[in-house]
């Protein structure tokens, strides 16, 4: 079946699409870890970032004081500066001042290595997108319910834990998908910090083999299919949490 | 709006003159007829490869790669109009192009030249091999296996060092990301070119590192044109004016004007192709 595959791409190549990644075990292999990394850091941007944006709406849902400003803050500071102007911030100059350890030649290394800043740059990035995203949901849901569940004896914060977050919740998803589509994309940026994505062993191989062309359509349909992806399983979390009137449906 | 007026008439202006200006030139695809048309030859050169090419304090470039570049627009009678390329664009820029010639010091090797056409005689060579810090003591190349070292992104030699000696490379877009790396001790070592890291040797920054590996895959660099134009009047022309640098010693006098310890391949070239009949 591989070499089935093999004698394909050779075919094609032949035919003038070089696809090296189909034919040369080296170039398959670090294309193969590439799209394994821009999964990772997509699944974990993901989770951290809606972590984030649903702490920060907490506090800006429940109070008013220092802590709201801090997320204030933060979402101001994090969406008005461009990512890669943050990557290239955490890496080189954060990453400057953090703990040093010593390889085993006596050298030192940094504890911070380049995906651990990936991850934490773009879970940022997104997470303040996300605390608006969850944050204008909460503001859709009608003052009257809080009331009404204040007056059933809920505490404020009960209140908004079980009626107004979720509640919420649902009319955030399409901003949500919005938000997470663009991480998926944003996942590229990681390139300028030389965390091996996509982008990065793409870039690789097509240096080594000069078959731009193919792969930046490989690439484009790779990320077609990865936004595809988070989209429908996004699609599938919002049709499950299905409440009739709350969210477009 | 009287404003947007005007610019709409000075853009259509332009355009218009840019159409005339095309037809003007019926020279096809003779990279020659429109240098010579237009006098100006637009040649893709890097900025941070010291001392081949690479901007001078007031932002100009410089280095023996512009010098080529000056020469070959003093032969053409043309303005030279350097375009900025790194190692990952320049054969799109050249391809696509937007420059006439590429000297950016890209070695020639089987897979370039199916997508530009290289000039031969060759202008210089050289190979690849390690910057370390003195405190790291090798000797041999299977030591540094599974080591994380420094690289720039599309230079030729990144797949068979990774491919030959299993290093684990870390590779940024250009040399100043490389050095902020290496300095916090997120790689070991610099995978470079030999001459490149002969010449950081010479300066007193680098004082602490050294090359003690010995030199792979040493290889020839090539100026480039279009393949289109390869064996046509441009690519001709070309190569006769590298052949006479050789002849004339030019390219060792502009290695050591730059500052370059002289190459073995340039003494080797000049001694081929040199004169018969001049006076020792």
């Known amino acids: ?249 | 709006m009287k404003a947007l007026k005007t610019f709409a008439f000075g853009l259509a202006l332009g355009l218009g003159a840019a159409v005339a200006r095309a037809e003007t030139l019926d020279c096809g695809d003779d990279t020659l007829c429109k240098i010579e048309a237009t006098k100006v030859l637009k040649v893709g050169t890097k900025d941070d490869y010291k001392p081949w090419s690479y901007r001078a304090a007031d932002g100009s470039f410089a280095g023996m790669e512009v010098d080529l570049a000056n020469a070959l627009g003093q032969l053409l009678g043309a303005k030279v109009e350097i375009v900025k390329v790194n190692s990952a664009n320049r054969f799109e820029f050249l391809a696509q192009g937007q420059i006439d010639i590429m000297i950016a010091s890209a070695t020639d090797t089987a897979e370039r030249r199916q997508v530009v056409g290289f000039v031969h005689p060759n202008y210089y060579s050289s190979g690849y091999n390690i910057l370390l810090p003195k405190k790291v003591k090798a000797t041999k190349w299977d030591e540094m296996t599974g080591q994380t070292i420094c690289a720039i992104q599309g230079a030729w030699y990144n797949k068979p060092a990774q491919e030959k000696f299993k290093l684990e490379l870390l590779a940024f877009a250009g040399t100043a990301e490389v050095e902020s790396a290496l300095q916090q001790g997120r790689c070991i070592g610099v995978l470079s070119d030999d001459n490149l890291i002969n010449v950081q040797l010479a300066d007193p920054k680098w004082a602490d590192y050294y090359m003690p590996l010995p030199t792979q895959d040493d290889a020839p660099w090539g100026i480039a044109v279009r393949k289109a134009d390869l064996d046509k009047p441009w690519g001709v022309l070309v190569a006769g004016a590298i052949a006479n640098w050789h002849r004339s010693g030019k390219l060792l006098e502009l290695e050591k004007a730059n500052g370059i310890a002289e190459s073995a391949y340039l003494r080797k070239m000049h001694e081929a192709l040199k004169d018969h009949l001049a006076t020792q």
């Not at chain 1, 595959?5 to 696809?19: D, M, P, T, V, Y």
């Not at chain 1, 969406?79 to 290239?88: A, D, H």
């Not at chain 1, 790779?222 to 996004?234: F, Q, S």
């Open chain 1, 1 to 249: 079946m591989l070499e089935l595959f093999r004698q394909f791409a050779l075919e094609l190549k032949a035919s003038g699409i070089n696809l090296t990644i189909l034919y040369d075990a080296f170039d398959f292999e670090r294309f193969v870890s590439g799209l394994a990394t821009t999964c990772a850091l997509v699944v974990l941007c993901t989770f951290f970032s809606i972590l984030i944006g649903a702490a920060g709406a907490t506090v800006l849902g429940l109070s008013r004081g220092p802590a709201a400003m801090l997320v204030c803050a933060y979402v101001a500071l994090i969406r008005n500066t461009p990512l890669l102007v943050q990557m290239y911030f955490f890496y080189f100059a954060v990453g400057s001042l953090m703990p040093v350890g010593q390889n085993a030649i006596g050298l030192p290394v940094p504890m911070i290595g380049n995906f651990t800043w990936a991850v934490i740059a773009l879970s940022l990035y997104a997470g303040a997108f996300n605390v608006e995203t969850f944050r204008s949901g909460i503001g859709a849901v009608h003052g009257s319910y809080e009331e009404a569940a204040l007056a059933l004896g809920y505490s404020r914060f009960k209140a908004f834990r079980y009626v107004v977050a979720p509640l919420g919740l649902r009319f955030s998803f399409a901003s949500l998908a919005n938000n997470l589509v663009d991480l998926t994309k944003a996942t590229t940026v990681a390139y300028a910090i030389g965390v091996a994505e996509l982008l990065y062993v793409s870039n690789q191989i097509w240096s080594d083999s000069l078959n731009t062309f193919e792969m930046m359509n490989v690439m484009l349909a790779i990320y077609l299919l990865l936004t595809g992806i988070v989209v429908w399983i996004i699609g599938r979390a919002q049709r499950a949490m299905r409440l009739p009137g709350f969210g477009v449906n």
